[in-house]
Antibody, heavy 114, light 110 residues
Framework: EVQLVESGGGLVQPGGSLRLSCVAS????????MYWVRQAPGKGLEFLSA????????SYANSVKDRFTISRDNSKNTLYLQMGSLRSEDMAVYYC???????WGQGMLVTVSS | QSALTQPASVSGSPGQSITISCTGT?????????VSWYQQHPGKAPKLMIY???KRPSGISTRFSGSKSGNTASLTISGLQAEDEADYHC??????????FGTGTKVIVL
């Protein structure tokens, strides 16, 4: 069974940093590109970042470029999102996804508030 | 990187067919046959329903079908059932390894 389990979310102050993790199981993690997507309360989905199977190619939405960094450790079947300079508008449920968005994690809430 | 435009809500009675539109630009929907559709029930993760405009993943009902014309993609749900009531999101490849999602549509089964 495919599983993506996210962790690292929670409450952070404006301007602060947070690192999200996503541990994959049930499929060959190193074969697939992976993604981060978020959903603000009551809003649609927003693509944030993508990383190729070997980590050599990364991409970002303009809204998070230069603030967020995606990475992966294929030896640990783990995807990361390092988030910095967090703003109130970054508050959302964050999902990791893989295999052309066929696999999704359960999502985790990131709250940005003082 | 503007969001694709979807109607806020679409409704239909059980057994009817409904169609949800997803309008982008010549830089995303119009340029690539990489449009996907997702179903999302409240408090749950999205579920892939259609990929590459018309393809269904294994296990997805044939009641769900996709199409595209120009800068607009569409998802049709035929034989509407109560369990189809959910939010539906489209996405498109937008070049340079980036994607864009739609604004989301709430499907209401009357």
């Amino acid at each position: 069974e495919v599983q993506l389990v996210e962790s690292g979310g929670g409450l952070v102050q404006p301007g602060g940093s947070l690192r999200l993790s996503c541990v994959a199981s049930g499929f060959t993690f190193s074969r697939y590109a992976m993604y981060w997507v978020r959903q603000a309360p009551g809003k649609g989905l927003e693509f944030l970042s993508a990383i190729s199977n070997n980590g050599g190619i990364t991409s970002y939405a303009n809204s998070v470029k230069d603030r967020f960094t995606i990475s992966r450790d294929n030896s640990k079947n783990t995807l990361y999102l390092q988030m910095g300079s967090l703003r109130s508008e970054d508050m959302a449920v964050y999902y990791c996804a893989g295999e052309s968005f066929d696999y999704w994690g359960q999502g985790m809430l990131v709250t940005v508030s003082s | 990187q503007s969001a694709l435009t979807q109607p806020a809500s679409v409704s239909g009675s059980p057994g009817q067919s409904i169609t949800i539109s997803c309008t982008g630009t010549s830089s995303d929907v119009g340029s690539y046959n990489f449009v996907s559709w997702y179903q999302q029930h409240p408090g749950k993760a999205p579920k892939l329903m259609i990929y590459e405009v018309t393809k269904r993943p294994s296990g997805i009902s044939t009641r769900f079908s996709g199409s595209k014309s120009g800068n607009t993609a569409s998802l049709t749900i035929s034989g509407l059932q109560a369990e189809d009531e959910a939010d539906y999101h489209c996405s498109s490849y937008a070049g340079s390894s980036t994607y864009v999602f739609g604004t989301g549509t709430k499907v209401i089964v009357l």
